[in-house]
């Protein structure tokens, strides 16, 4: 921050209570620190081995090696190369690409991997994310408008989807009551932040989890 105070510290001294409803990510941020300081090691090997654990193999924080395997981002500089293999978000590439808001690369078999884990230990099974928690991140506690409400880290619609997208062009969405979930992998920022077309596809991907849209095709 070139202020010589710490990132927490400064994290904290915000003030939390503002009137309406805004989006940011200081409260991951911080829960990344808290966890650093809680277990005496980095997050980059915490996470690893979360994802080990859940079977996620090929998801890890970069930076990655230029290949066809890795979506390259947005050109930030008119004639300039896309960014590529680096993580997107400004404030964690300012924290070395390792945060706990944002910095991981995935894979669609890894991203389906999270999402049936998620969904088992939501339905009573053991693993390693404590079913309390997951099921009180997917409860709704504060009114985002749009008839969307925010759980802990998840957005939850009336219809019981719950989701959460990336900048970049993300997104995971599940139905716990039936299992389903579809996941949304696209470098959509890649041709300009207005990522044209992207609420479509996101708004496709939710209604293809809707149980209704199920029922009638039964």
């Given at each position: 921050m070139g202020t010589g105070q710490h990132l927490a510290e400064a994290i904290l001294s915000d003030p939390l209570e503002e009137p309406g409803y805004q989006?940011?990510?200081?409260g991951f941020i911080l829960l990344g620190l808290v966890l650093e300081n809680l277990y005496g090691t980095g997050l980059e090997r915490l996470a690893e081995d979360l994802w080990e654990e859940m079977g996620m193999r090929s998801t890890s924080y970069g930076p990655l090696g230029r290949s066809p395997s890795v979506a390259p981002t947005e050109r930030r500089l008119v004639g300039a190369a896309p960014d590529w293999g680096v993580v997107h978000d400004e404030a964690a590439a300012l924290m070395g690409g390792v945060a706990g808001h944002a910095g991981a690369f995935t894979t669609a078999i890894d991203l389906g991997a999270f999402a049936r884990e998620m969904l088992r230990v939501h339905e009573g099974g053991r693993g390693p994310v404590p079913k309390p928690f997951v099921r009180a991140s997917w409860q709704p506690h504060v009114d985002a408008g749009h008839r969307i409400s925010?759980?802990?880290?998840?957005l939850v619609t009336p219809e019981g989807i719950v989701y959460h997208n990336g900048f970049t062009g993300t997104g995971l969405f599940m139905h716990p009551r039936s299992g389903r979930y579809v996941g949304v992998l696209t470098n959509a920022v890649h041709y300009g932040r207005d990522r044209t077309g992207l609420t479509d596809l996101r708004a496709?991907?939710?209604?293809?989890?809707?149980?209704?849209?199920?029922?009638s095709q039964t």
């Amino acid at each position: 921050m070139g202020t010589g105070q710490h990132l927490a510290e400064a994290i904290l001294s915000d003030p939390l209570e503002e009137p309406g409803y805004q989006y940011i990510d200081q409260g991951f941020i911080l829960l990344g620190l808290v966890l650093e300081n809680l277990y005496g090691t980095g997050l980059e090997r915490l996470a690893e081995d979360l994802w080990e654990e859940m079977g996620m193999r090929s998801t890890s924080y970069g930076p990655l090696g230029r290949s066809p395997s890795v979506a390259p981002t947005e050109r930030r500089l008119v004639g300039a190369a896309p960014d590529w293999g680096v993580v997107h978000d400004e404030a964690a590439a300012l924290m070395g690409g390792v945060a706990g808001h944002a910095g991981a690369f995935t894979t669609a078999i890894d991203l389906g991997a999270f999402a049936r884990e998620m969904l088992r230990v939501h339905e009573g099974g053991r693993g390693p994310v404590p079913k309390p928690f997951v099921r009180a991140s997917w409860q709704p506690h504060v009114d985002a408008g749009h008839r969307i409400s925010r759980g802990l880290g998840w957005l939850v619609t009336p219809e019981g989807i719950v989701y959460h997208n990336g900048f970049t062009g993300t997104g995971l969405f599940m139905h716990p009551r039936s299992g389903r979930y579809v996941g949304v992998l696209t470098n959509a920022v890649h041709y300009g932040r207005d990522r044209t077309g992207l609420t479509d596809l996101r708004a496709a991907a939710r209604a293809a989890l809707v149980p209704q849209s199920h029922d009638s095709q039964t």
